[in-house]
C-alpha cells in the first residue's frame, strides 16, 4: 500500500492518504500535489523523507519547516516507523547541527549506498 503526504496546516504533522496509479491529486495548501479528501488515511510503517544535507550520525538537515520531524515524532509515540532519507551521496556532510527536536533517520538511500544506522 503506497500513502503520499497530505498538509493539513502549517504547525502540524503531515497526515497520509492512500494513493494508487491513476488516482487524481489536488494542489494542498502549498500547491504541492497530494490525495484528496476521498483518499483513505493510512499510517505508515516507512516514509521517505526528503533532506537538504545528512551526516552519518543519522542526522538531516530537511527544507525547513520542521514537517517530517513532527511527523516522525508523532508517530514514533504510537509506533515504530522506519524514516528513510532519500539523498545523493554528494549531500553528506561531515556533521549536521542538531536541536532537540530533530528526529533521528534509520537509514539514508542514495546512488551509491544504503546506510543503516539501526546497527
Known amino acids: 500500500q503506497l500513502a503520499l503526504p497530505v498538509v ?10 492512500e494513493w494508487r496509479q ?3 491529486l489536488v494542489a494542498g495548501p502549498f500547491g504541492i500535489l497530494q490525495p484528496g479528501p476521498q483518499a483513505m488515511d493510512v499510517e505508515p510503517d516507512i516514509i521517505l523523507v ?5 551526516d552519518r550520525a543519522c542526522r538531516r538537515i530537511g527544507y525547513g519547516a ?12 504510537r ?8 539523498a ?9 547541527p542538531a536541536g532537540e ?12 549506498e544504503v546506510i543503516d544506522f539501526r546497527s
Not at 520542521?66 to 509515540?77: E, M, Q, S
Not at 545523493?88 to 549536521?96: G, I, L, M, S
Open 101 to 112: 527536536h530533530d528526529e533521528r533517520l534509520d537509514c539514508v538511500l542514495t546512488e551509491r
Open 50 to 54: 526528503p533532506l537538504v544535507a545528512f
Open 79 to 86: 509506533r515504530v516507523v522506519v524514516a528513510v532519507g532519500i
Open 22 to 24: 491513476g488516482a487524481q
Open 88 to 96: 545523493f551521496a554528494a549531500q553528506e556532510v561531515e556533521a549536521v
Open 66 to 77: 520542521g514537517f517530517y520531524d513532527r511527523t516522525l515524532a508523532d508517530l514514533r509515540k
Open 8 to 17: 493539513t496546516a502549517r504547525e502540524r504533522p503531515l497526515t497520509f492518504s
